[in-house]
């Protein structure tokens, strides 16, 4: 995992120190969803619904995975580079990442849209990296 460098900038209204206390315990957070509906020994299926203003606590991805959005909407997500992106989703939106050995990225998923947001992630076993939960 990545530790902060000096060009990290965690300023600005998005960034409180609640956040980044729970930025340095989400870096072995491994629950990347709000739950798991489907596990074999090939992939772990998580859903991800998250209501306007909830959020997806800072988590870890370490595991080769790729997302879909199900429905649309906005999100929020801080990263553990300092980085605040805003993003507007569209029903089918998918995003494959895949993650080298010792790679991995830290961020959180908060709606800030008006209506429910949801997401199917599954993460890949047999990645580079361990998987963390």
Not at 34 to 51: A, G, N, P
Not at 67 to 93: M, Q
Request: a negative charge; hydrophobic letters at 30%; glycine letters at 10%.
């Amino acid at each position: 995992m990545t530790p902060h460098t000096p060009a990290q900038d965690f300023s600005g209204p998005h960034w409180t120190p609640e956040l980044l206390t729970e930025l340095e315990q989400g870096r072995s957070n491994g629950r990347v969803g709000s739950r798991i509906v489907s596990e074999s020994d090939r992939v772990r299926v998580w859903l991800i619904e998250l209501q306007p203003g909830e959020r997806l606590p800072f988590h870890t991805h370490v595991q080769d995975y790729f997302w879909t959005a199900t429905t649309p909407g906005r999100a929020r997500s801080r990263y553990a580079d300092g980085r605040v992106a805003e993003v507007t989703y569209d029903l089918g939106d998918t995003r494959h990442f895949s993650f080298g050995k010792g790679e991995s990225m830290t961020h959180d998923l908060e709606n800030i849209g008006d209506s429910v947001l949801c997401f199917t992630t599954v993460e890949f076993f047999g990645s580079a990296n361990p998987p963390l939960l």
